[in-house]
């Protein structure tokens, strides 16, 4: 009895030895196999002005470029445009970690800032990135009408400006509907504080002008999140701005107009609204298809 005993654990342990090789090998091939089907490239300091354009103005070429993030594995997908903040003063273009690995695109801009260019000199250079990303997403296996212009305080106002004054984009025979959504976090609807501070106005002064996303609000626009932190935490009524913007362009007609505001967090409050961003990117492309 023992000794069959023996012979039968010995048995079972050959095939769990056996079975063990078996998953290790399947583990190994799958980890390959995951990491060739998720790789991403990454193209930098990409001019999207001409070459005419850059060379007459030696600031102009050294901001405006773009990096892209791009899935390598997959035949179409979507894109995420993202412009940095900074006041329209400061910051450098970025590729966020939350974006990655998400099986999209992710195109970080520059653009001239303050004092070196005034209005609309930035807003133009948003609408020349986003422009040359329609015109040249299918180069790197996207979609053309995939398109989602997003960003931060500063750049939030942009993606908005971009997105709402149909005039930007219409300078490349764009039509600005022609982006998939618009997702601005943090962003002004009035006239940016910087633009405000070039006219001589105090930041406590609210206007609303030609410079200001209220001023564009229309029913055909793209569906539009806007995400803030909390109103009590956030700068100078930048909430209400945003919940002022969602009641005029539901009164306009709009159909698809949303504000999230995250509790608890103030004006840098990235970190909880990239999935966010994420989900409403899925949502409207499950919505197309």
């Given at each position: ?13 050959k ?20 990491s ?11 001019p ?12 102009l ?10 899935p390598?594995?997959l ?11 900074g ?32 209005a ?8 020349a ?13 996207g ?26 984009l ?38 609303i ?8 609000v229309?029913a ?24 002022y ?37 899925r ?7």
């Amino acid at each position: 009895m023992n000794n069959k005993l023996l012979n039968i654990s010995k048995t079972l342990m050959k095939r769990r030895a056996s079975d063990s090789i078996i998953l290790l090998v399947f583990i190994f091939y799958s980890v390959i196999i995951w990491s060739q089907n998720s790789s991403y490239g990454l193209d930098t300091s990409i001019p999207y002005y001409s070459k005419t354009r850059q060379n007459q103005d030696s600031y102009l070429k050294e901001r405006c470029v773009l990096d892209i993030y791009y899935p390598e594995h997959l035949d179409s997908f979507a894109t995420i445009v993202w412009f940095h903040g900074g006041s329209l003063k400061a910051g450098e273009k970025e590729i966020p970690e939350a974006l990655k690995n998400q099986n999209l695109a992710v195109v970080g801009v520059n653009y001239r800032l303050y004092p070196k260019v005034k209005a609309p000199g930035y807003i133009e250079d948003a609408a020349a990135a986003v422009a040359w990303v329609l015109k040249n997403i299918e180069n790197y296996g996207g979609d053309k009408n995939s398109i989602f212009v997003s960003g931060h305080s500063a750049g939030g106002y942009l993606a908005s400006m971009v997105g709402l004054d149909k005039s930007y984009l219409a300078k490349y025979d764009i039509d600005a509907n022609q982006i998939a959504g618009l997702i601005p976090f943090s962003g002004h609807t009035i006239t940016h504080f910087t633009v405000r501070e070039e006219r001589g106005i105090d930041g406590t002064q609210p206007l609303i002008d030609e410079l200001a996303p209220l001023y564009h609000v229309r029913a055909d626009a793209p569906p539009l999140l806007m995400i803030t932190g909390d109103r009590e935490k956030e700068l100078l009524g930048r909430y209400e701005e945003n919940a002022y913007m969602m009641r005029m362009m539901k009164v306009a007609g709009h159909k698809d107009t949303r504000v999230m505001e995250l509790d608890g967090y103030g004006h840098g409050m990235t970190f909880p609204a990239f999935p966010l961003l994420i989900d409403e990117v899925r949502r409207i492309m499950e919505e197309k298809n």
